[in-house]
């Protein structure tokens, strides 16, 4: 019997970023950075087409998204895509006043906000941890009646 080798066993498939930016120069850089530490990125430079992109295509796993776009606001795609099941972990990437515009990010269902000039190893750290998922419930201890074998309770 032979052992399998490193190639025998399937990749697993990256995790995948909407990217909505309308600035072109901003929006390329973080897509080469995004897609050389192995996501698969797909970009879009307003908001009509991030909601279309969450309309008709899988849901992502994170949604990376300016704030100030040319035809919505970015917490409009938040919206919709905290509506998705899987629902995706959401980024909201600003230049703008934090405490004026953001005060309510979680009635918007916005996970981080990273501020202009973006940090790439914080927004890294953010993802990594992101896609360990969701803390589990802390789990019920046993009854007193099961733990001493009488039964479920």
């Known amino acids: 019997m032979s052992t399998p080798e490193a190639g025998d066993f399937p990749?697993?498939?990256p995790e995948r970023i909407l990217l909505v930016e309308d600035n072109d120069a901003v929006g390329q850089g973080l897509s080469r950075f995004l897609i050389a530490m192995g996501y698969e990125v797909h970009i879009v430079i307003d908001g009509a087409s991030a909601l279309e992109?969450?309309?008709t295509?899988?849901?992502?796993?994170f949604v990376l998204t300016d704030l100030r776009l040319p035809d919505l606001d970015?917490?409009?795609v938040a919206l919709t895509a905290r509506?998705?099941?899987p629902p995706p972990r959401i980024a909201l990437i600003t230049g703008w006043d934090l405490?004026?515009?953001l005060h309510d990010?979680?009635?918007w269902g916005i996970d981080w906000i990273f501020t202009k000039p973006l940090n790439v190893d914080e927004l890294l750290s953010k993802l990594r941890e992101g896609s360990?998922?969701?803390v589990p419930p802390k789990v019920q201890p046993l009854s007193p009646s099961y733990e001493g074998g009488e039964g479920i309770p």
Do not use: I, N, T
């Open 11 to 13: 990749k697993p498939k």
């Open 132 to 134: 360990k998922g969701p």
């Open 53 to 55: 992109f969450l309309r």
């Open 83 to 85: 509506q998705l099941v």
């Open 57 to 61: 295509s899988p849901p992502p796993d």
């Open 99 to 101: 405490e004026r515009d």
């Open 105 to 107: 990010r979680a009635s």
């Open 74 to 76: 970015g917490r409009e």
